[in-house]
T-cell receptor
Framework: GDSVTQMEGPVTLSEEAFLTINCTYTATGYPSLFWYVQYPGEGLQLLLKATKADDKGSNKGFEATYRKETTSFHLEKGSVQVSDSAVYFCALSPGGNYGQNFVFGPGTRLSVLP | DAGVTQSPTHLIKTRGQQVTLRCSPISGHKSVSWYQQVLGQGPQFIFQYYEKEERGRGNFPDRFSARQFPNYSSELNVNALLLGDSALYLC???????????FGSGTRLTVV
């Protein structure tokens, strides 16, 4: 079945450091790919998405490129802030009919120190 | 505009009891999905409803059931609660496929 693998955390960085969180997926067909962020005590917030190969999603300084050849969707940010501390989830949606669900990775906890 | 609203925010139940969780989607969204997030893990898909019909079901026992009402709000019911049902239950709504889901803040269920 479809699955998402993320780099294990926690990831601890100093403010203004470069961030990469690796995400790879296994899916049949042509899924859409997403990054969600979860702040403590809250639900999930959509960070960015890409719906087809070579698309780049971006938001709030975060970027991820849909790489079909490597089945990857790595999250990057050039300069992290303390406020970026959260858990980040990579996810895929198989697409197609409305009955398709999201498959989430296990999440990567990011801590940014001042 | 109001986002996805879930109620209650927190709930404590005893093993064997039944619980009903409620979700109101964003206005205009006709698709609602439910996810279970156990502490330290990613959300797991439970159900999806679109236009009041079940369109998808995850690998959960029959103790879990749901429905969607004409106003597109939804309820998730869990019978015969087990300690392992303790989790954050997330509701998400969408206007259509591949647009991404908007999640509510969830209901934290604790089974004791």
């Amino acid at each position: 079945g479809d699955s998402v693998t993320q780099m294990e955390g926690p990831v601890t960085l100093s403010e203004e450091a470069f961030l990469t969180i690796n995400c790879t997926y296994t899916a049949t067909g042509y899924p859409s790919l997403f990054w969600y962020v979860q702040y403590p005590g809250e639900g999930l917030q959509l960070l960015l998405k890409a719906t087809k190969a070579d698309d780049k999603g971006s938001n709030k300084g975060f970027e991820a490129t849909y790489r079909k050849e490597t089945t990857s969707f790595h999250l990057e940010k050039g300069s992290v802030q303390v406020s970026d501390s959260a858990v980040y989830f990579c996810a895929l949606s198989p697409g197609g009919n409305y009955g398709q669900n999201f498959v989430f990775g296990p999440g990567t906890r990011l801590s940014v120190l001042p | 505009d109001a986002g996805v609203t879930q109620s209650p925010t927190h709930l404590i139940k005893t093993r064997g009891q039944q619980v009903t969780l409620r979700c109101s989607p964003i206005s205009g969204h006709k698709s609602v999905s439910w996810y279970q997030q156990v502490l330290g893990q990613g959300p797991q898909f439970i159900f999806q409803y679109y236009e009041k019909e079940e369109r998808g079901r995850g690998n959960f026992p029959d103790r879990f059931s749901a429905r969607q009402f004409p106003n597109y709000s939804s309820e998730l019911n869990v019978n015969a609660l087990l300690l392992g049902d303790s989790a954050l239950y997330l509701c998400a709504s969408s206007s259509g496929q591949n647009y991404g889901y908007t999640f509510g803040s969830g209901t934290r269920l604790t089974v004791v």
